[in-house]
């Protein structure tokens, strides 16, 4: 931010000061935003009962850190991959009340179908197929990993808490949990639905950050409220998570998009131009 502020104002970009009515939430180019760095989850407050069987958190379930807060309650429905493609003639929907009701659902795509990458990542997202189940009235949605090259490999069950990141921490509007493989199984082979019962509990961990802002031309004419108004993308923020390409499983800084100075160095290109 230092950087750039330096380049606004080599470029005759001045600070915004009061101008708009900002008061004290600008000091010199920054305006201070507040921001979701993760989730973690608040073990004191989150407890599932499976027909009245209390299940071992982070064992034998665990919450999503996109989840919906609070009581989860309805009985299990098994929709496949819970997959929407009426251009592929797909609907594990098709032929079942979800509403009221918490759905399993595998994670992924199933394999055979045929798909172009982007059609995998599409159908495959996890918060999309919390949205299916959302808009058809479902109470829940749990997911489960159906296939794994080593069925000893213990479950991260969390993993979606421990790479959150503000978007991924975005609530679906549904309560959202994982379930093992294990427990996914029992539920398939009850002889009747099983029933979930009870609360969830996250704890939205925010850090505070700055964007740099300023402004070019007269007063009169920034207070006109027609200003055009020209941005563009600095970083990423804070240390990845769902999307990043890290890899690995440290705690790595994500330095966001390769090409992620080309916007601001346009910016500060534009300001020099106008300010000539």
């Known amino acids: 931010e230092a950087y750039v502020a330096e380049m606004f104002e080599k470029a005759g970009v001045r600070e915004m000061g009061q101008l708009y009515g900002f008061g004290e939430e600008i000091k010199g180019y920054e305006h201070e935003v507040e921001f ?8 004191s407050k989150t407890s599932l009962k499976a027909d009245w069987r209390q299940l071992k958190t982070k064992e034998e379930y665990a919450p999503a850190a996109f989840s919906k ?32 009701r918490i759905v399993l659902v595998r994670k992924r795509v199933a394999s ?22 959302r808009e058809r009235g479902a109470a829940g949605i749990a997911f489960w990993e159906p296939e794994l090259v080593d069925e000893k490999k213990p479950e991260d069950l969390l993993v979606s808490i421990n790479t959150s990141n503000s978007v991924v921490a975005a609530d679906a509007g549904i309560p959202a949990i994982f379930v093992s493989r294990k427990i996914a199984r029992e539920w398939l082979g009850a002889t009747k639905p099983v029933s979930l019962s009870g609360n969830i509990a996250l704890d939205h961990k925010k850090i505070t950050t700055s964007n740099v802002v300023g402004i070019m031309g007269s007063d009169e004419a920034c207070r006109s409220g027609r200003p055009i108004v020209i941005g563009a ?5 804070g240390y990845g998570g769902e999307g990043s390409l890290e890899t690995g499983f440290t705690k790595t800084v994500h330095h966001g998009a390769d090409d992620n100075a080309s916007g601001v160095a346009t910016m500060i290109e ?6 000539a």
């Open 69 to 100: 807060q609070g009581g989860i309650a309805g009985k299990i429905i098994d929709v496949g991959y819970g997959v929407v493609a009426p251009e592929l003639g797909i609907d594990d929907y098709e032929g079942k009340s979800v509403k009221g």
């Open 233 to 237: 993308h600095l970083d990423h923020l």
């Open 270 to 275: 534009v300001a020099r131009n106008v300010g």
């Open 112 to 133: 055979g179908l045929g798909l172009s990458p982007a059609q995998s990542a599409t159908y495959g997202d996890l918060r999309y197929k919390a949205f299916l189940a």
């Open 36 to 43: 979701v760095r993760g989730v973690e989850l608040d073990e």
